[in-house]
């Protein structure tokens, strides 16, 4: 999706405010920059799915223990 290409992929999750995580042809998973899908832009934020699901998992137990915003 940084490489000039027309975005195109799975939406795989959303934070609850807008913004969309999205794994493209080769697995690679991106983050929307804001909730507006017109011209987005996305960031990645994993390699692959494992990546990410271990990136949300630490999130999820951050949050719990600290209350503190996670990693993704």
């Known amino acids: 999706m940084d490489d ?5 992929g799975l939406v795989l999750a959303s934070d609850g405010g807008g ?7 080769r697995g690679a998973v991106f983050r929307t920059r804001s ?6 832009e996305f960031d990645k934020v994993a390699v692959d799915l494992r ?4 990136l ?11 209350g ?3 990693y993704l």
């Open 51 to 54: 990546q990410f699901l271990d």
């Open 68 to 70: 503190g915003p996670g």
């Open 4 to 8: 000039g290409r027309e975005p195109s």
């Open 35 to 40: 909730a507006s899908l017109d011209e987005a």
């Open 19 to 25: 913004l969309l995580f999205v794994s493209d042809s």
């Open 56 to 66: 949300l998992g630490r999130s999820v137990k951050r949050f719990i223990g600290t």
